[in-house]
Nanobody
């Protein structure tokens, strides 16, 4: 299995920046894709960005040009650099991993980290 631990959330003013980190442990050599989801108040969880082991990325339109994901395979860690934050970015951000377990795709989630953007 894969375990994920996030860090880096907090309170920031609109226009500010935050950097989230997600460290993976366990069966890290089975990881395919890692990424970030978020759940805004009253909304369903949504994809923010994902990155494959080969470095291909998929960004939500709402964050394109403002957020950047990076992946350090040696440290089994992904980072989310969030610039130009807006109040609508306020959410709980969850790290996600898709990995192989017994030949099947499996998913792992972090505990979530709160990001609050004040106007």
């Amino acid at each position: 299995q894969v375990q994920l631990v996030e860090s880096g959330g907090g309170l920031v003013q609109a226009g500010g920046s935050l950097r989230l980190s997600c460290a993976a442990s366990g069966s890290t050599n089975s990881i395919n894709t890692m990424g970030w989801y978020r759940q805004r108040p009253g909304k369903e969880r949504e994809l923010v960005v994902s990155i494959t082991s080969g470095g291909s990325t998929n960004y939500a339109d709402s964050v394109t040009g403002r957020f950047t994901i990076s992946r350090d395979n040696a440290k089994n860690t992904v980072y989310l650099q969030m610039n130009g934050l807006k109040p609508e970015d306020t959410a709980v951000y969850y790290c996600h991993s898709e990995y192989w377990r017994a030949g099947l795709r499996a998913n792992s989630w972090g505990q979530g980290t709160q990001v609050f953007v004040s106007s």
